[in-house]
């Protein structure tokens, strides 16, 4: 099975900031990664497929990088409603996986 | 509005058996993969199973082999998880998903239904 590591676990950061969140996959998983939020209580929302590309709907502020085992979930310019946990995914292979999240706090 | 509400998600005793429906409207639900995904409280994601438009691929997350059942209805725009042999880890709220093809994720959720296993 693939891990997907994420880090920091916690962030706690102010409005305007930038907010990077790392994902690692165990293996290569080419370009394969998800990423979403979830805020207290709801379903989740996915924010980004296929590592780089945004979801409809989704602010321009929230970027993604990575290839093969390194990823990166950016928000440039963070916004209070931007509070909740984030989470990656890999779809390269079964079982699908997801990271153990990052939980993201706005001071 | 697209939409997806699951149901059945209720109490049940160590070794019971429960099926979870999930239906969908707003979209062409046989064009899409079908996702089962459960949060433990106070845990993350776990996908737990899938299945291809017409429902003749599944695939299941090794800790359900054997025990879930994962079935569609497009006539009835539903898609179901049979859980049998359930077990005090199984507790969590389950939730379904969509996909157009499962690596580029899953972009619609329903609300979830949770499942609670004790005695």
């Known amino acids: 099975d693939v891990q997907m590591t994420q880090s920091p676990p916690f962030v706690s950061a102010s409005v305007g900031d930038r907010v990077t969140i790392t994902c690692r996959a165990s293996?290569?998983?080419?370009?394969?990664v998800a990423w979403y939020q979830q805020m207290p209580g709801k379903a989740p929302k996915l924010l980004m497929f296929?590592?780089?590309n945004l979801q409809t709907g989704v602010p321009s502020r929230f970027s993604g990088s990575g290839s093969g085992t390194e990823f990166t979930l950016t928000i440039s310019g963070l916004q209070a409603e931007d509070f909740g946990t984030y989470y990656c995914?890999?779809?390269?292979?079964?079982?699908?996986?997801f990271g153990g999240g990052t939980k993201v706090d706005v001071k | 509005e697209v939409q997806l509400v699951e149901s059945g998600g209720t109490l049940v005793q160590p070794g019971g058996s429960l099926r979870l429906s999930c239906g969908g409207s707003?979209?062409?639900?046989?064009?899409?993969?079908m996702n089962w995904v459960r949060q433990a409280p106070g845990k993350g994601l776990e996908w737990v199973a899938n299945?291809?438009?017409?429902?003749?691929?599944?695939y299941y997350v090794d800790s359900v082999k054997g025990r879930f059942t994962i079935s569609r209805d497009n006539a009835k725009n539903s898609v179901y998880l049979q859980m049998n042999s359930l077990r005090v880890e199984d507790t969590a709220v389950y939730y379904c998903?969509?996909?157009?093809?499962?690596?580029?994720?899953?972009?619609?959720w329903g609300q979830g239904t949770t499942v609670i296993v004790s005695s």
């Open positions: 293996q290569d998983v080419s370009t394969w």
């Open positions: 296929a590592t780089s």
């Open positions: 998903a969509r996909s157009q093809m499962t690596p580029y994720g899953m972009d619609v």
């Open positions: 299945t291809v438009q017409d429902g003749s691929q599944k």
């Open positions: 995914q890999q779809g390269d292979s079964y079982p699908l996986t």
């Open positions: 707003g979209f062409p639900f046989n064009t899409y993969w």
